[in-house]
């Protein structure tokens, strides 16, 4: 009997209907836990890029924290607010897919800005990348000082970068080189900052950095990352110097 | 093959003598054959591709390991419970479902729970359903012997597993980060200039611990492989 076809269907769609049951089950209990892990984990690498977020263990102390600090809005490619989406839902800036939008064309991306305030001026600027390295995605943000051109930090992660040389791009020793480069040329063309091949320990100008020593395609990616994201959100950079030029606050 | 038959006739042992000591010589030999003169790492050479894969911290080789017992017990006493209704012909696919969904469910809960780890061990988590020490033991143990018998089976492979990973890890760690569970060990005892070691970050170091540690294994028990 137990090898009857008609026994193994039944203890197949049996077995399928309890473990599905279950994996249910477990998936929406956990569902709003993994919700507040991700809320997080995004909120603790927008942190990260203008502040030291390690030495804050207590997760509601981040989220505390965050909200204090940080100010954040989503504008379109020609730097306009955006407060609401094609069907009329608010957009919420940490809910904007980065990964996702930069598949679209530039032009029609979404661009979440992520300000950190600091007792009523902007302190910094941040904004989300996300790009290509040598294995898989890789993914950041970058802050700048309240002058849109000098660099507070930046904060990558990877997926499958080569630990040991890829993987150094989430070290804050690489990571600190780039505080305080410029990303404009002093006759204010968009010049970005980048990685060079090789890593010396020289002195360099206001735009390179020093390279990691057998990740250079992993930097190269970074390059590319960095540069896509400070054209996309060029426009928006403009926008504010002129308003807040003429004595228009920024917000 | 010669095992399996062996441990049914064990089973069949046990069935005449239903008054067995819940810790009887044969059962602790259940627990302890896996964790050194049978080790599913170093003897029979299984799991070998997460043993590279997540070694090179202590700290997910410890949650990796953990993971690792407790699907091979859970799925071994599950598996061991309705050993009789499984029919013959798909059982490696009931297997394989039961092991997809404690796999599944460790990964909900370390993505709930410990999003860190999560993010560090991502698909390898998930690969322990590939790991073959887990389907190894199902069919070659739980299919044949009783749910109790299973759990200390699935015990002595899950920490035969665990022990050999975490050496592993634990040589990585210090020799190619110089910290031990992210603890700058070296810096601690004020030997900042610790050279540390590029290629035990790398797989190749992986491979190397555990080839001398199979080598000391098989030095001191004498094991060759017969072909």
Same mark, same amino acid.
């Given at each position: 009997m137990q090898q009857s076809n008609t026994y193994i269907i039944l203890f197949s769609i049996g077995l399928t209907i309890v473990i599905g049951g279950l994996l249910s089950v477990t998936s929406v209990v956990l569902k709003p836990l993994q919700d507040r892990q991700v809320e997080l984990d995004t909120k603790r690498s927008i942190l990260g890029a203008v502040m030291d977020v390690s030495s804050i263990k207590d997760p509601d102390q981040v989220l505390k924290v965050y909200s204090e600090r940080i100010n954040s809005y989503v504008v379109d490619y020609e730097g306009n607010r955006?407060?609401?989406?094609?069907? /009329? $839902?608010?957009?919420?800036?940490?809910? +904007?897919?980065? &990964?996702?939008?930069?598949?679209? @064309?530039?032009?029609?991306?979404?661009?979440?800005?992520?300000?950190?305030?600091?007792?009523?001026?902007?302190?910094?600027?941040?904004?989300?990348?996300?790009?290509?390295?040598?294995?898989?995605?890789?993914?950041?943000?970058?802050?700048?000082? /309240? $002058?849109?051109?000098?660099?507070?930090? +930046?904060?990558? &992660?990877?997926?499958?970068?080569? @630990?040991?040389?890829?993987?150094?791009?989430?070290?804050?020793?690489?990571?600190?080189?780039?505080i305080g480069k410029k990303i404009y040329s002093s006759s204010g063309n968009l010049e970005s900052v980048e990685m060079i091949k090789g890593e010396k320990g020289l002195p360099l100008d206001d735009h390179h950095i020093d390279g990691l020593s057998g990740a250079t395609m992993t930097g190269n990616g970074v390059n590319a990352m960095l540069l896509k994201y400070l054209r996309s959100y060029e426009n928006f950079m403009s926008k504010v110097k002129s308003e807040s030029g003429s004595g228009v606050a920024a917000i | 093959m010669s095992t399996e038959t062996l441990e049914k006739d064990q089973a069949v042992v046990a069935v005449k003598e239903p008054s067995e000591a819940l810790l009887s010589k044969r059962r602790k030999k259940v627990v302890s054959d896996p964790l050194v003169d049978d080790n599913p790492i170093t003897i029979q050479v299984l799991g070998i591709c997460s043993a590279l894969a997540v070694t090179i911290k202590m700290e997910p080789t410890l949650t990796m390991a953990i993971a690792v017992v407790f699907v091979i017990v859970f799925s071994n006493v599950i598996v061991s419970l309705i050993r009789n209704f499984i029919p013959n012909r798909i059982r490696i696919i009931v297997q394989l479902a039961i092991i997809a969904f404690l796999v599944t469910f460790v990964s909900e809960v370390l993505k709930a729970y410990y999003y860190d780890m999560f993010k560090v061990l991502g698909a390898y988590v998930g690969l322990i359903i590939t790991n073959c020490i887990v389907m190894g033991r199902l069919e070659a143990y739980a299919m044949a012997n009783k749910p109790y018998d299973s759990i200390l089976d699935g015990l002595g492979s899950g920490f035969g597993y665990a022990w050999i990973i975490l050496v592993v890890a634990f040589f990585r760690e210090l020799l190619g980060s110089g910290s031990l569970f992210d603890f700058k060990i070296f810096e601690a005892i004020g030997w900042s200039s610790f050279p540390t070691n590029g290629l035990m970050v790398d797989s190749i170091g992986a491979f190397m611990i555990l080839g001398i540690l199979i080598w000391i294994q098989r030095h001191k028990t004498g094991y060759v492989e017969s072909h």
């Open positions: 955006l407060i609401t989406n094609a069907k /009329g $839902d608010s957009i919420v800036a940490e809910k +904007v897919n980065v &990964s996702k939008n930069s598949k679209l @064309p530039a032009e029609e991306r979404q661009y979440p800005v992520f300000q950190a305030m600091d007792n009523g001026n902007v302190d910094a600027y941040i904004f989300p990348m996300y790009g290509q390295g040598l294995w898989d995605w890789i993914a950041g943000f970058i802050a700048l000082d /309240g $002058d849109l051109n000098t660099i507070k930090g +930046v904060s990558f &992660s990877h997926k499958t970068e080569t @630990p040991g040389l890829g993987a150094r791009i989430t070290d804050a020793e690489v990571q600190n080189r780039y | -």
